[in-house]
């Protein structure tokens, strides 16, 4: 009986993480931070490098961009999660 208690509790304890997940990839604070980061890419790309005509080098502004909001939103993440 203990065994399917401790499942049990298992199985919920899974269900709030998936919860947190679902929450926060449809929550406008991650959109709103993936916004923000991405345009900060492109702006210190287009301060420093429109002088170059290389479609090669300027493809990987929306890579980097997405790099980085992905890269950086954990702590962001955690920040909200506790709001939460």
Do not use: Q
Request: aromatic share 10%; with cysteine; net charge positive.
């Amino acid at each position: 009986m203990k065994d399917l208690e401790k499942e049990i509790e298992l199985i919920k304890e899974r269900n709030h993480r998936v919860e947190k997940d679902k929450a926060w990839e449809t929550s406008w604070v991650r959109r709103i931070c993936i916004a923000v980061l991405t345009y900060f890419v492109v702006v210190c790309y287009n301060y420093g490098i429109t002088k170059l005509d290389n479609i090669f080098l300027s493809s990987l502004v929306p890579v980097m961009g997405f790099l980085l909001s992905t890269l950086s939103l954990k702590l962001i993440r955690n920040i909200w999660e506790k709001g939460k």
